[in-house]
């Protein structure tokens, strides 16, 4: 199993450029998620899916959209990236089995910078 | 609001010295709680968990965590550090409430001299 994995692991655009982040999970989680994560603030829920076709806001949603057109995918859109963006976003999944309720599973993360 | 407080930003140890992380939620109702660790260059994995039960919980390499329910404190511990223990460390929070959103704290950054 590959777990949770994320494309791209790196990426570098100019204000104004759009651009999509992958999240894939092979553990057949139900819960999806996506973090930011900044210096001395820890990680920040952006969006999160409780299932294929369903996603929700987190607690800094603006300027990022979000898909999850099948349960295995976790799509992450910036429509127009603003340096503000710049930060490490990690996506995550858990299971809605009671044994390993809440506990999530992350992926590698992908630095954006934003110029 | 529901939040997580981590009481050191960064923290500078020895080998074989103990330590204990700080962790407080504010939170009036059940709770589970997590430890995640984060080694350089790597992602966020789980180290420990506390659902229910004894309030004692062991995780892997020899941490443990308390969870003092009065206090609303998930104190992190190791009784002797290793080099391979400097990490970023992230206290967790999820309200029981048949949810499943997760409040991190800001995280610790430990650094272990050897």
């Known amino acids: 199993n590959a777990g949770v994995t994320q494309t791209p692991k790196f990426r570098v655009l100019k204000t104004g450029q759009s651009m999509t982040l992958l999240c894939a999970q092979d553990m057949n989680h139900e819960y999806m998620y996506w973090y930011r994560q900044d210096p001395g603030m820890g990680l920040r829920l952006i969006h999160y899916s409780v299932g294929e076709g369903t996603t929700a806001k987190g607690e800094v949603p603006d300027g990022y959209n979000v898909s999850r057109l099948k349960k295995q995918n976790f799509l992450l859109g910036l429509e127009s990236a603003a340096p503000s963006q710049t930060s490490v976003y990690f996506c995550?999944?858990?299971?809605?089995?009671?044994?390993?309720?809440?506990?999530?599973?992350f992926g590698p993360g992908t630095r954006l910078t934003v110029l | 609001a529901q939040s997580v407080s981590q009481h050191n930003h960064h923290v500078i140890l020895s080998e074989a010295a103990s330590l204990e992380l700080g962790c407080n939620y504010s939170?009036?109702?059940?709770?589970?709680l997590f430890w995640y660790v984060q080694y350089p260059g790597q992602h966020l994995q789980l180290l420990l968990k506390y659902f229910s039960g004894d309030p004692l919980v062991k995780g892997i390499k020899g941490f443990e965590a308390e969870f003092i329910k009065s206090k609303f404190s998930f104190n992190l511990r190791k009784p002797s550090v290793q080099w391979s223990d400097t990490a970023e460390y992230f206290c967790?929070?999820?309200?029981?409430?048949?949810?499943?959103?997760?409040?991190f704290g800001a995280g610790t950054r430990l650094f272990v001299k050897a």
């Open positions: 995550a999944s858990s299971s809605d089995s009671h044994a390993l309720l809440n506990e999530q599973f």
């Open positions: 967790a929070v999820t309200p029981n409430t048949g949810g499943f959103k997760t409040i």
């Open positions: 939170y009036g109702g059940t709770v589970n």
